[in-house]
């Protein structure tokens, strides 16, 4: 959807995904900083994003046509909503949180499993945080945002209902049964 949008928009996906995914990298490299500085210090937020800023897969990543550079800044992003938000309670947060881990689940439908266990956690902390309820309706609002549109186009598409992916059930019998040797 996003090669179609950038065709449609520039006449030159290739080059301009690329350029995208870069600003993706360097991004994702500042929102890894972000999240260090907050959880453990400047110091180690400053090796943090030094330590991305020269990982040599992230930047070779950042030049292919593949779905890993999307992936590692939406799970910077949503680790950084996610520690802001549990610094400083607030639906807005939770709910660019909640479109991080969207983008995350069109990209990889098992991270749908975490999903619950920030709900838990907002659960839990309802005698300190009054407007739990909020943050959480956000969180999964903003989610279904972003994952029905492509649970209602595969299903369309498949003429069949898919929640998220086709191939789950296939790929974990490949990773998981007797034989497999990966």
Do not use: C, H
């Amino acid at each position: 959807v996003l090669l179609s949008v950038i065709d449609t928009v520039t006449g030159n996906a290739l080059t301009w995904m690329r350029v995208l995914q870069i600003i993706l990298g360097t991004l994702s490299t500042v929102l890894v900083y972000r999240t260090a500085s907050i959880l453990f210090g400047k110091g180690p937020g400053i090796i943090s994003g030094v330590a991305v800023a020269m990982s040599a897969q992230l930047i070779y990543f950042d030049s292919m046509l593949l779905v890993e550079s999307l992936f590692a800044f939406a799970i910077a992003s949503l680790l950084f909503f996610v520690v802001k938000a549990i610094e400083k309670p607030g639906w807005k947060l939770w709910a660019m949180a909640g479109l991080s881990a969207g983008v995350l689940i069109a990209l990889r439908g098992s991270i749908a499993l975490f999903v619950p266990v920030l709900l838990v956690y907002l659960w839990m902390q309802r005698g300190r945080y009054p407007a739990w309820k909020t943050s959480a309706i956000a969180f999964t609002a903003a989610v279904l945002l972003v994952v029905v549109p492509f649970v209602v186009r595969n299903s369309v598409y498949a003429d069949e209902f898919v929640p998220l992916t086709s191939s789950g059930g296939l790929n974990f019998y490949a990773g998981n049964n007797e034989s497999a040797d990966g």
